[in-house]
């Protein structure tokens, strides 16, 4: 993980973006190190070094670090710059609220309808589960995890709530990259597996409490580390004091 501006080296050569996609190129690219934790929190931006390593000029870079303030990942200062955010747990814990609520229903659609080809998928995505663990390739699994649970929520077809829960996975997906660790690895592929059992035996109860208990063991492991790492959350110190687990049952 880097912990200054530049060099920018994890980002994409000058002269890769096609000139009639800059600002939007720029802006996947700037979001993709942020949510990978190249440009960790706090980090501060170095405008004048992103415009030499992409090979752009000043304005889409500004540009497209207005677009990711909007989406809350980077904090703009006038006269100070600007900052990666911070990560706040608080928002996290109501992410993964929604997604526990949202996912459950999910495995209730997708159950009652027997689904062959989502059955199919999730049999394929759990075998590439245990192939990026063997390889210990924690960028390869967190993306084949997302489409884990992609393929439970498509499920329900909710486009406009599907559009919120993604809105919200930059930030959510920042704070799972901080606990990835071969053990949470091996862990996630269980509790994955305890999710497919149920699914597989058209047990609507079983795959629900298991994607809760998933949801949960996922956010308590993040509040150790919320307390332990408080400088990278925005509410880091007031959480240092919280007792609290995920308190949603």
């Known amino acids: 993980m880097k912990t200054e501006a530049g060099p920018y080296d994890f980002l994409p050569a000058a ?12 802006t996947n690219s700037l979001r993709h190190a942020i949510v ?25 870079v500004s540009e497209a670090l207005a677009r990711l303030a909007d989406e809350g990942l980077v904090d703009i200062a006038p006269q100070r710059g600007t900052t990666v955010s911070l990560v706040r747990i608080a928002d996290v814990r109501e ?3 929604i997604r526990k609520g949202l996912e459950s229903e999910a495995l209730r659609v997708l159950i009652g309808k027997h689904d062959a080809e989502v059955i199919a998928a999730l049999h394929a995505n759990m075998a590439e589960q245990r192939e990026a663990a063997s390889r210990d390739d924690a960028e390869a699994f967190h993306q084949i995890d997302v489409g884990f649970h992609d393929t439970i929520f498509r ?21 799972r990259r ?19 059992d149920g699914i597989l035996a058209g047990d609507a109860p079983q795959a629900i409490a298991a ?18 790492h408080p400088e990278l959350f925005d509410d880091g110190a007031e959480f240092a004091s919280d007792t609290d687990d995920f308190p949603f049952g």
């Open 15 to 26: 002269g890769t973006f096609s000139r009639g996609s800059v600002t939007i190129d720029v």
């Open 95 to 97: 992410y993964m609220l």
């Open 211 to 228: 994607i809760r208990a998933h949801i949960d063991a996922v956010m308590v492991e993040l509040f150790a580390f919320a307390r332990e």
């Open 36 to 60: 990978t934790l190249a440009l960790p929190p706090g980090a501060v931006v170095d405008k004048a070094a992103i415009c030499t390593q992409l090979g752009v000029s000043r304005f889409p």
């Open 178 to 196: 901080l606990i990835i660790t071969p053990r949470r690895l091996a862990l996630t592929i269980a509790e994955h597996q305890a999710i497919f």
């Open 155 to 175: 499920t329900m077809r909710l486009s406009k709530v599907k559009s919120i829960i993604d809105r919200a996975r930059a930030n959510l997906d920042r704070a």
